[in-house]
């Protein structure tokens, strides 16, 4: 009897110490998944929300409500009350502003050209109008608001989309529209991980981001794994979008050899709808849009 319950006392330790052992590998395969998996899975949903992203996103990521007529310079812009040849035009130099301290509220806000930077911000409070889906493919699917744009542009985005997927191009939007209180959070949150100085080299303070234009969209590509990468100039995808953005009224928004004018480092993926016309120019020139304005 004696032996009988040694047998089975030594059978309970051993299940007890195979349950430890299972519990203790259970454990060391989430620990390994939240070191691996979950910083890369937190650095797309930065980068594209913010961003907003996902980066494997979102962003802009979205699609439906936007006639496909291809909205240009002269007489469409005539039509609409926008002017895509400011030369000679209040336009040009943005004046509708009003100056506090040392920054200037931006009152144009429908202008398609309204510049905004860390000198020139919009008030907090202000949407356009006019936003809706671009029909374009997103890296992200769901309802979100980084998936809207002014209608103008989102028309231009699709017709681009469109004669890049007939080249075999395949872009896909991450982020476009993004309002205050989202881009504050962005924009905090890369203050905690870098500091305010680093983070605003890459990142914009509230009300100073051209996504709460609704002119802008990220773009990226499944090379790029659908994140906002410099290397993204270097591929296929990037490198047809800064020699074909221009014919559909588009500028890559933040040059490489610009840093010292835009404020930015290089952004190959962010776009800003001007205007062909306009776009033609900047393009053509090898300039920023403060400088085409006046405004560096």
């Known amino acids: 009897m004696a032996v009988r319950n040694r047998r089975k006392r030594k059978k309970n330790n051993r299940f007890k110490?195979?349950?430890?052992?299972?519990?203790?590998?259970?454990?060391?395969s989430a620990t390994f998944l939240c070191l691996t998996k979950l910083p890369n899975y937190v650095q797309r949903v930065i980068a594209g929300s913010m961003v907003e992203e996902?980066?494997?996103?979102?962003?802009?990521?979205?699609?439906?409500?936007?006639?496909?007529?291809?909205?240009?310079t002269s007489e469409d812009n005539k039509a609409t009350g926008v002017d895509n040849n400011p030369k000679g035009s209040e336009n040009?130099?943005?004046?509708?502003?009003?100056?506090?301290?040392?920054?200037?509220?931006?009152?144009?806000?429908?202008?398609?050209?309204v510049v905004v930077n860390k000198k020139r911000h919009v008030a907090s409070d202000y949407k356009p109008e006019d936003l809706v889906v671009p029909n374009v493919k997103f890296s992200f699917s769901?309802?979100?608001?980084?998936?809207?744009?002014?209608?103008?542009?989102a028309t231009?985005?699709?017709?681009?989309?469109?004669?890049?997927?007939?080249?075999?191009?395949h872009l896909f939007a991450v982020s476009g529209y993004r309002s205050y209180s989202t881009q504050e959070r962005v924009f905090n949150g890369f203050v905690n991980q870098y500091g305010e100085e680093k983070a605003n080299k890459f990142s914009a303070r509230p009300g100073e981001s051209e996504h709460h234009t609704g002119l802008a969209m990220d773009v990226s590509s499944q090379s790029a794994e659908f994140r906002l990468l410099e290397s993204f100039g270097d591929m296929p995808e990037g490198k047809w979008l800064k020699e074909n953005a221009h014919k559909f009224g588009f500028?890559?928004?933040?040059?490489?050899?610009?840093?010292?004018?835009?404020?930015?480092?290089?952004?190959?993926?962010?776009?800003?709808?001007?205007?062909?016309?306009?776009?033609?120019?900047?393009?053509?020139?090898?300039?920023?849009?403060?400088?085409?304005?006046?405004?560096?």
């Not at 010292?260 to 120019?281: C, F, L, N, Q, S």
């Not at 393009?283 to 006046?294: D, F, V």
């Open 142 to 153: 769901g309802e979100h608001e980084k998936k809207y744009m002014r209608q103008e542009a």
């Open 156 to 169: 231009s985005l699709e017709k681009l989309f469109e004669q890049a997927k007939e080249e075999e191009i």
């Open 54 to 72: 996902a980066q494997g996103v979102e962003e802009n990521n979205g699609s439906n409500e936007v006639n496909n007529q291809e909205l240009d």
């Open 251 to 296: 500028i890559i928004r933040y040059l490489k050899e610009k840093t010292d004018i835009t404020g930015y480092t290089y952004e190959p993926w962010h776009i800003r709808y001007v205007g062909k016309a306009v776009a033609e120019e900047i393009y053509n020139a090898g300039i920023t849009l403060e400088e085409y304005l006046g405004l560096e």
């Open 17 to 28: 110490v195979m349950m430890r052992i299972s519990i203790l590998l259970i454990i060391a």
């Open 92 to 113: 040009k130099k943005d004046n509708e502003a009003v100056q506090h301290d040392e920054k200037i509220l931006v009152e144009n806000t429908n202008d398609i050209l």
